[in-house]
Structure formats: structure tokens, C-alpha cells
């Protein structure tokens, strides 16, 4: 995986949305405080309760957000995907700490942007303030539907209420999760037993057939139905 140049590391910003729509002099400056890194997989961005001076946008690799609870096991709250900022939020805080440690799934590279200036900025840009609260925004939204997810319904709906949400990336009526199905588990709330076990019972009924991490959807009228028949 190649490092970005300064002229690629520009035209990134250009593209994305926290920063499209900025003159061509902020963008330059934007990127002269910003760094690139590029991360081995299994390799620690930032740990829960490290300092928070710069917010991170991924692009290329993939990066779990994930915090270790109170008993000590790991809970993965997100996975973030080529294209997509993360941290961004603790921009307003005071003094700021990560809530979550950032720890890479595969080879990554990553833009890391200075917090202090990114806001300096804010306040002579407005239409940068309305694009940050719109990703927020986005991002309070994504939460709520997981507390949703996770309180409101049993095991069985969670898997299937996710196998829905990834089949809206494709039209073929197959899942290539991307995915290993202990992280998937984590994100559900569930042991990854209990994961497999759901799946095995999807598939007795006809509805899905697994090979590995690939799952093909036979019967999705049916499998809606059977997501709203679960107790």
C-alpha cells in the first residue's frame, strides 16, 4: 500500500465531505496539518483514555472502534470503512479523551487531521460547521438504531435485522461479509457461538445457505417474516 503524496493527500480532502466546498487556499492549509500514516494490521491507532488532538479519516484498510468493559471483555462498537471519518466528534470537548481505542483489521492508511486547527476553521467557515453536524448527526442517528437493535429485540432478530442491512449493499441477494463472524458477534451483543448457532438454524429453514464468510439469501420474503415472528 503506496503512501499518500501531498497532491494526493489535497485531493482526498477535496473529495470528502467534511472538507468539499472549501476554498482552494483552506484546503491547503487543512492539508499542511495533516499527516498520513500507514498502519500494519492489528496495529493500535489511539487507546481508550489516550489524549485526543487530531480526528482520523480512513482510506484505505478497515479500523474497529472498540472499548474494553468493566468485566474486561472487548465490545466493538464500529467498524469503520475506506471513505469515512472517525473521532470527529470529540472536537468540542474541553479536554478530550477517546472513549474508544482504534486498533486496524487489515493494512490501513489513514489521514489524521489536527483538531485544533480543523476548529479554528470552523469559525470562519460556516458551511464546514453545517457539514460537520450533518456526519454527527449521521453518526447519533447509526447509534440509536444499535441501542434500538440491542435493547428491543432477542438474538435472533439482531442477526437477521443485520443480515438485512448488509444485503442492502448488494443486489445479488449474497452477503460477503468482510467482516470475521467473532467481530460480527461482538457488534450484536453476542457470543459467537450464538452467532453460529443462529445461522445453523437459518439455514436448516431454508432461508440462507453459509460457505464461510459468504451467505446467500434463499428466501428473503421469508426471512422478513421470520424476523417479525421471532420471540
Given amino acids: 500500500m503506496a503512501m499518500l503524496t ?40 489511539f487507546h481508550q483514555g489516550d489524549a485526543a488532538e487530531h480526528f482520523h479519516v480512513l482510506i484505505n484498510g478497515q ?11 472487548e465490545k466493538v462498537i464500529e467498524v469503520v470503512r475506506p471513505g469515512e471519518a472517525f473521532a470527529e466528534a470529540l472536537l468540542f470537548n474541553k479536554l478530550p479523551e477517546h472513549p474508544l481505542s482504534a486498533t486496524t483489521l487489515k493494512e490501513s492508511l489513514v489521514l489524521n487531521v489536527q483538531n485544533s486547527h480543523y476548529l479554528r476553521l470552523l469559525e470562519t467557515q460556516p458551511q464546514l460547521c453545517m457539514q460537520l453536524l450533518s456526519s454527527l448527526s449521521d453518526r447519533l442517528d447509526q447509534r440509536l438504531h444499535q441501542i434500538d437493535n440491542l435493547t428491543s429485540s432477542n438474538v435472533c432478530q439482531r442477526v437477521v435485522r443485520y443480515l438485512f442491512q448488509e444485503l442492502q449493499a448488494t443486489r445479488s441477494g449474497v ?3 468482510d467482516l470475521p463472524k467473532r467481530l460480527i458477534a461482538s457488534q450484536l451483543g453476542i457470543q459467537p457461538e450464538t452467532l453460529s448457532r443462529i445461522l445453523h438454524r437459518l439455514t436448516d429453514a431454508g432461508l440462507i445457505a453459509v460457505q464461510r464468510r459468504r451467505i446467500e439469501i434463499l428466501d428473503q420474503h421469508s ?3 421470520y424476523l417479525e415472528a421471532a420471540a
Fill in 223 to 225: 426471512l422478513s417474516a
Fill in 6 to 45: 501531498g497532491s494526493a493527500v489535497l485531493n482526498t480532502l477535496r473529495r470528502h465531505h467534511l472538507f468539499s466546498g472549501l476554498a482552494e487556499g483552506a484546503l491547503q492549509d487543512i492539508a499542511a496539518h495533516t499527516t498520513v500514516k500507514r498502519l500494519p494490521a492489528g496495529c493500535t491507532l
Fill in 175 to 177: 452477503i460477503d461479509l
Fill in 63 to 73: 479500523v474497529k472502534l472498540h472499548r474494553i468493559t468493566c468485566d474486561g471483555q
